[in-house]
Nanobody, 115 residues
Framework: VQLQASGGGLVQAGGSLRLSCVSS????????MGWYRQAQGKQRELVAT???????NYAASVKGRFTVSTDNAKNAMYLQMNSLKPEDTAVYYC??????????WGQGTLVTVSS
């Protein structure tokens, strides 16, 4: 399974970006997908997750500003990021977990928010 993340870039504070993650795997084997981020010098942290039943979970720092969604027809997951802050600057990774517990990571896409 390969995950292809895209959509990162440079944006001013207060702006928006939409990240995409396309999976080559079998959508019927997916249990959960999620977005994580890693800022320079910090540990990777959870941003948002979405389950096969469309249940979502967000980090407190992004709740109300970020929205995770999926498109089953395209085998894709998205992260709509609004009201971006400089502290949102990080490499964003998508993650997929199958029903069997296998975990796959995408290659990451860099988001830079300037003040």
């Amino acid at each position: 399974v390969q995950l292809q993340a895209s959509g990162g870039g440079l944006v001013q504070a207060g702006g928006s970006l939409r990240l995409s993650c396309v999976s080559s795997g079998n959508i019927f084997e997916i249990n959960q997908m999620g977005w994580y981020r890693q800022a320079q010098g910090k540990q990777r942290e959870l941003v948002a997750t979405v389950t096969v039943g469309s249940s979502t979970n967000y980090a407190a720092s992004v709740k109300g500003r970020f929205t995770v969604s999926t498109d089953n027809a395209k085998n894709a997951m998205y992260l709509q990021m609004n009201s971006l802050k400089p502290e949102d600057t990080a490499v964003y990774y998508c993650k997929q977990m199958t029903m069997g517990g296998r975990v796959y990571w995408g290659q990451g896409t860099l988001v830079t928010v300037s003040s």
